[in-house]
Every structure is written in C-alpha cells, then in structure tokens.
C-alpha cells in the first residue's frame, strides 16, 4: 500500500503545493522503500506531518518547529507493533534515508532534516532530547 499527501496534514486545512512535493520527495519516497522491504504497516503519526505554522502558534508554539516545512519538514513515524519493531524500523531510517536529525520516542521516530551532520537522539516524554551519537 502506498501512502497519500493527505495522512501527512494533522490539520485537515489544504496542504500547499510546495509543502506537498516535499512531502512527497523527502519523506514519502524514502520511505515507501523501507515500507516496502520491511512488510508492515508504517505511518505518520496522527500530529505528525504537516502542520501549518498558525497551528502551531495556536498550540502554544513558537511556529519554528520543523514540521511547519520552512525547509524539508519533519515527520514523526511510527509502525506496527512499534514496541518490537522499533530497532529494526530505526536501522531502516538511518540506512536508507538522508534524514540529518532522528529521534526516538516511546510510540514513533522523529525524522527531519535540520543540520548538516546526521544525529541521533531519544527523547523522553517531555519532548527532552539526549544526543545519542552521530550517525
């Protein structure tokens, strides 16, 4: 099954065009690959994707946040039976992908493309990044 632009908007407002090619280039070609060769289901999580910056600032944010799209975006993946899957889903990400920054939370992987060098963090629940090592 291949995804579609519209599981990447948490909003329900229309997704502009710039933000739906990158959607489509950075985020869902990479990992239709991974979708594919793995043979379980993968998703954007339900407030990940696309959220347009007066969300944000809706929220309580400061609309700086990666998923805005300013650049590449940001999406927050998870999968089936993320618990069992999750180290294997993680090798997939960093081996075939570009993403420069990953982040692993209890329920989903955090992919964006801030910075140069490619990053790898867990989180806790508070959204409190660990620099882990770089990938």
């Known amino acids: 099954m291949n995804f579609t632009i519209s599981e990447f908007c948490i909003s329900r407002l229309a997704i502009p065009q710039a933000v739906a090619d990158k959607i489509l280039k950075y985020h869902i070609v990479p990992m239709q690959t991974i979708r594919t060769k793995r043979g379980i289901k993968i998703w954007a999580s339900a407030h990940s994707g696309y959220r347009p910056r007066l969300h944000e600032l809706r929220m309580g944010r ?3 946040s990666e998923h805005v799209f ?4 940001a999406v927050d ?11 294997l889903f993680l090798k ?5 992908t ?14 964006d493309y ?9 989180s806790d629940s508070n959204s409190n990044w660990t620099f882990i090592k770089l990938i």
Do not use: M, P
């Open 98 to 111: 570009d993403y420069t920054r990953i982040a692993v939370y209890d329920t989903f992987i955090h992919c």
């Open 62 to 64: 400061d609309g700086l």
């Open 77 to 87: 993946w998870t999968c089936q039976n993320f618990s069992e899957n999750n180290e």
């Open 114 to 122: 801030k910075g140069t060098e490619r990053k790898l963090f867990s």
């Open 70 to 73: 300013r650049n590449k975006g």
């Open 92 to 96: 997939d990400i960093i081996n075939y």
